[in-house]
């Protein structure tokens, strides 16, 4: 039996869970998300230890695997109406900027051209210098991959490690040819 999908969620203070049909709606101080879970699962409120327990309708294989995804999932959205997420970039080479105009991130990456790219609804992007980008939002999901196609704009390269990458990670640097 899945270990994680047995675990109950326990609802947060200021985060209210409802459960009607298959949708599952939770709302907090960082807004509000809903999920649409599978038939194969069941979702029930415990109103006495105030916690979410998630569980399967049978054994099948199919069934084994979202039961541990829907309770993760849920997992999620209560923490991020509570706290919210965030991921940080960092913009590295010489001439390499980004900012913030209405809600398109304009970035001067080493190309002829300035790369745009539209501010999903729901995500609070931020720049607080010209080298970082702040992506916030409630949404696990959409704040990794909003952060994800900014870093693929331009992806750092192995022998300056100039481009885009998700702060605190390292790239190794490769060596260039050796002069003889």
């Known amino acids: 039996m899945s270990r994680i999908g047995k675990k109950p969620v326990e609802i947060l203070s200021g985060v209210t869970v ?26 029930e409120i415990n109103s006495e230890d105030n916690t979410v327990i998630v569980d ?15 309770r993760a999932l849920i997992n999620n959205m209560i923490v991020g109406v509570k706290e919210g997420y965030e991921k940080r970039l960092e913009i590295v080479g010489v001439g ?4 913030i105009q209405g809600d398109t991130l304009k970035l001067r990456v080493g190309y002829a051209n300035e790369l745009q790219k539209k501010i999903p609804a729901g995500l609070d992007v931020s720049c607080p210098d010209n080298t970082h980008i702040v992506v916030k939002g ?4 959409k704040v990794g991959q909003f952060a994800a196609e900014v870093r693929a704009l331009r992806k750092p390269e192995p022998y300056k490690g100039k481009g885009i990458r998700y702060e605190g990670e390292y790239i190794k640097i490769k060596p260039g040819k050796a002069a003889t």
């Open 18 to 43: 409802s459960v009607a049909g298959g949708t599952v709606s939770v709302e907090g101080p960082e807004g509000k998300l809903t999920y649409q879970h599978r038939p194969e699962i069941t979702v």
């Open 56 to 70: 399967r309708i049978n054994n099948q294989r199919e069934s084994r695997a979202l039961h541990g995804l829907t």
């Open 96 to 99: 390499y900027n980004g900012q």
């Open 138 to 141: 409630p949404d696990k999901q």
